[in-house]
């Protein structure tokens, strides 16, 4: 069984396939280019670091452009053909589904996607978890045991524990729970499991509105690079609010701390995650848009 290919919505000349590959080179390329000195120095960085860590997703790959599927590239384009996605047309190299039906898995990977990004798009927003998934991490922890000791804690580890205490924890994301300190699982009144993420991810969330980024990496070549790089964007973002409320300290890094301990830092806080998830849904309007059009187009004999 083979699907048929695609119907082109855009045929692009070698001159503007080749100028919208250099924008999104030039665009990201300050967020690799330290990332690669600092493997070179041995240096760290608590937000862009943690992206290419977390996310398995080399400096090459972020740099690398392709122009989504429904797009020919005129011209020179063969380079594309070493990619298994990629199939010359009459109107140029452009992507076929044939490699993603090849695969159960890459099959059973794009309907959880889509099931997790629409149970985002009409599930209320929970804005009170004030970023203590973090303090949960390191509760009742001493510096030694941190999983980022490379950065000091600004607050003892008592402070850190009246705190989460003061506040609670409210956190609904499994990949900010399972982190979790041993002494901190069961304060969370919920336990987030894998199995439960696609009825528990919330728009709200800091780390489910990161993983744009992941889901949009999951289907490249298939996602437009320029939508990959607006989800790393907003993945960068995010992360930064999440160091800043953290009990890390990083004002070294020109991080200034929100100190969520307090009521004054819990409302900037919750500010700053409602401009996050304000930025985060027309990404996932068009992310879904196009995981969309790669199920829509069924196989044919």
């Keep these: ?37 600092r493997r070179k120095n041995g240096g760290k960085h608590p937000t862009d670091d943690f992206l290419f860590e977390y996310y398995p997703y080399s400096v090459g790959k972020l740099m690398a452009w392709h122009p989504g599927h429904g797009t020919a590239l005129a011209g020179g384009a063969h380079e594309f053909l070493e990619f298994p996605q990629y199939v010359q047309q009459a109107e140029g190299v452009t992507t076929s589904l044939e490699w993603l039906d090849a695969s159960a898995d890459r099959r059973s990977r794009l309907m959880l996607a889509i099931r997790l990004l629409e ?99 999951w289907f490249t070549p298939y996602v437009s690079s320029e939508l990959i790089a607006d989800c790393f964007e907003l993945a960068r973002s995010a992360r930064t609010l999440d160091m800043q409320a953290s009990p890390y300290d990083v004002s070294h890094f020109g991080l200034e701390p929100i100190r969520v301990e307090t009521a004054e830092g819990r409302m900037e806080y919750a500010r700053h995650q409602r401009a996050v998830m304000e930025a985060a849904q027309p990404l996932r309007g068009r992310l879904l848009t196009t995981l969309h059009c790669l199920n829509r187009e069924v196989p044919t004999e």
């Design 1 to 37: 069984m083979t699907r048929a290919l695609s119907t082109l919505d855009t045929v692009l000349s070698e001159d503007e396939w080749i100028a919208r590959r250099a924008r999104h080179e030039a665009r990201v390329r300050p967020w690799v280019e330290p990332r690669q000195e």
């Design 119 to 217: 149970g985002m798009s009409v599930r209320p927003a929970n804005t009170g978890c004030f970023g203590l998934h973090e303090w949960a991490m390191v509760y009742g922890l001493e510096q030694s045991e941190i999983r980022h000791s490379a950065f000091p804690l600004r607050l003892s580890p008592v402070e850190i524990i009246d705190a989460v205490h003061d506040v609670g924890l409210r956190c609904t994301h499994i990949d900010a729970y399972r982190f979790f300190a041993p002494a901190a699982i069961p304060l969370n009144p919920i336990e987030p499991t894998r199995a439960t993420q696609p009825e528990l991810d919330q728009p709200g969330c800091l780390h489910a509105n990161m993983d744009l980024y992941k889901y949009a990496m």
